[in-house]
C-alpha cells in the first residue's frame, strides 16, 4: 500500500486520467498547434497585399492616368475601380468592395502646371485599421511624388542645375532603420505574443479544469490519499505532466517561428526556451490560486478566462504600458504574459545579457510561490467541499 502513495503514484494517476479523457488531448495538443498553424498561415506574408481601392479621376488627361498607375505600383494598393462621380465610389466603400477612394480633381494637369496647387482627395474606410493605414500611406506617397516631379519638371525648364532642385525639395534627407522588425511583419510583430498568449489561456483552464473536475467528481480524496494527504506532492503529481506537455508543445511554436520562419532570435534559443517554461509555470500557479480562492468550476474558470483573455492586452506589445492609466501601469505586472513580452524583447530582438532580463525571470518565478498561502483552504475544500451546480 505504501508503493501506490507518494509523488510518483500522484504522477501516473494523473497521466492515466490525461490519456483516458479527450478533453485533455483537445486542450493541451489540438488547440495550440491548431492555432499556431492558423495565425501563422494567416499572416504568412507578414503585410496584406493588393488592398483593393477605387480612384475618382475628374480630369482624365495622361497626367492623372500616370498618377494612377504609379498608385497601382504600390505593393499594398490595387486600383480596382476607375470611376466617374464620387458618389459611386463612396458607395463602394460603405459596402466593404474597397478601403480606400482617390479623387483626382477636375483640371488636375493644368492647375499642375501653373502652379495653382490642385488637391488631391483620398478617403479612408478606418473600420479596418490596418488595411486603411496601409493604404492611406500609400496614396500619400503618390501626392507627395507627384508634387515634387511637378516642381522638379518646372524648375528645369528655368533652367536650375539638379543639385540645386534636389536641395530645395528634399533638404534634409532621412535615413530610416526600423530595428528589430526592418520587413514590418506583422507576423513576428502579433505572433510571438499571441502564441504564447494562447498557449497560456489553455494552461490556465486547464489547470482549473483539472483540479475542479476533481471536486465535481468527489474524487478529490483519491487523489489526496495518493499524494499521502500531503497537498503539495498533491499538486506537484497533478502538475508535472501538464508542465511537461506544454512546455514540450511550446518549444514546438518556438522552433516554428525562430527556425523555420526565421524570426528574429538574437540572444540564442535558450533564454526564450527558460522564459516559456517559467510562463507555463506561472500560469499554473495561477490557475492554482484561482481554485483555491473560487473552488467551483465554474467560477474558477470564469476568473481564469478573463486573467487569460485580458493578458494580451496588458502585455503592452499592441498598446504601451506607459500610455496607460496608471491603476492600469501597475495592474499590467500580475500578468505573466507581460513579463515574458519584456524577455521577447531583451532577448529575442535586441539580444542583451540574460542579466538585464533577471527582474522579469525571478518574477515569473515568484509567480509559483503564489498559492502557497492558499493551499490549506484549498486542501479544506478538497476534503469537505460539496459541489453545487
Known sequence: MVNNIGLLPVIRREIRRLVSHPIYVFTMVIAPLFCY?????????????????????????????????????FSQSQVVMELAQFTEARSAMQEGKVYAVFVIPRHFTRDLVN???????????????????LVFK?????????????????RLAKGQEMRQIMAQLQPIVVDSHPLSNPWMNYSIYLNNILLPGVLQLLVLLLTVYSIGIEIKQKTTLHWLHTGGDSMTVSII??????????TLVGVFFQVLL???????????????VLALLLLVMASQALGVFFISLLPVLRLGLSAASLIGVISVSMSGFSFPVFA???????????????????????????????????????????????PLPFLPKLKHALKYKEYKM
Open 138 to 154: 500609400d496614396m500619400k506617397t503618390v501626392s507627395v511624388l507627384v508634387s515634387g516631379a511637378a516642381n522638379r519638371k518646372t
Open 115 to 133: 502652379g495653382e496647387q490642385p488637391k488631391i482627395s483620398f478617403y479612408t474606410n478606418n473600420t479596418f485599421f490596418i488595411a486603411s493605414s
Open 258 to 272: 525562430y527556425k523555420y520562419l526565421h524570426f528574429p532570435l538574437m540572444s540564442g534559443v535558450w533564454p526564450m
Open 324 to 370: 496607460m492609466a496608471k491603476p492600469l501601469q501597475v495592474l499590467s505586472h500580475i500578468f505573466p504574459l507581460r513579463h515574458y513580452f519584456l524577455i521577447y524583447v531583451d532577448q529575442a530582438l535586441n539580444g542583451i545579457s540574460m542579466y538585464y532580463s533577471r527582474v522579469d525571470y525571478l518574477v515569473l518565478v515568484g509567480f509559483m510561490l503564489l
Open 237 to 246: 503529481g497533478k502538475l508535472l505532466p501538464h508542465t511537461v506537455i506544454f
Open 37 to 73: 498553424f492558423l495565425f501563422t498561415s494567416l499572416m504568412k506574408n507578414g503585410l496584406p497585399t493588393n488592398l483593393p481601392v477605387a480612384v475618382v479621376d475628374l480630369d482624365g488627361t495622361s497626367t492623372s492616368r500616370n498618377v494612377i498607375r504609379q498608385l497601382d505600383v
